[in-house]
């Protein structure tokens, strides 16, 4: 499965916006799919999932009522949109998958890619 990550940018706090990640393969929607940050200096960190099969979501606490994760199987692509976002959010943010049913929050579970978008909150 190959990712490409698009849609980010400078917004000011309190703004919002809405990354995709287009996949190619014939499995997609087998694929589980997350996405990662990943701020200067600091640790990759799990922002949200997304499981292949039955959607259910999982999201880290820092981003829960915030941000949304949804998939199209059918475009073959994951979401993320960004609501209320704050100056700690600034980082570049990864899409990721893994085959299999289980929503990981550790990167290294995590063999598919994307390059990598970075979204920068201003105060």
Request: glycine residues 14%; hydrophobic residues 35%; aromatic residues 12%.
């Amino acid at each position: 499965v190959q990712l490409q990550a698009s849609g980010g940018g400078l917004v000011q706090a309190g703004g919002s916006l809405r990354l995709s990640c287009a996949a190619s393969g014939r499995t997609f929607s087998s694929v589980v799919m997350g996405w990662f940050r990943q701020a200067p200096g600091k640790e990759r960190e799990f922002v949200a999932g997304i499981g292949g099969s039955d959607g259910s979501t999982y999201y880290a606490d820092s981003v829960k009522g915030r941000f949304t994760i949804s998939r199209d199987n059918a475009k073959i692509a994951v979401y993320l949109q960004m609501n209320s976002l704050k100056p700690e959010d600034t980082a570049v943010y990864y899409c990721a998958g893994r085959p299999g049913t289980t929503v990981h929050t550790t990167f290294t579970k995590y063999g598919y890619w994307g390059q990598g978008t970075q979204v920068t909150v201003s105060s």
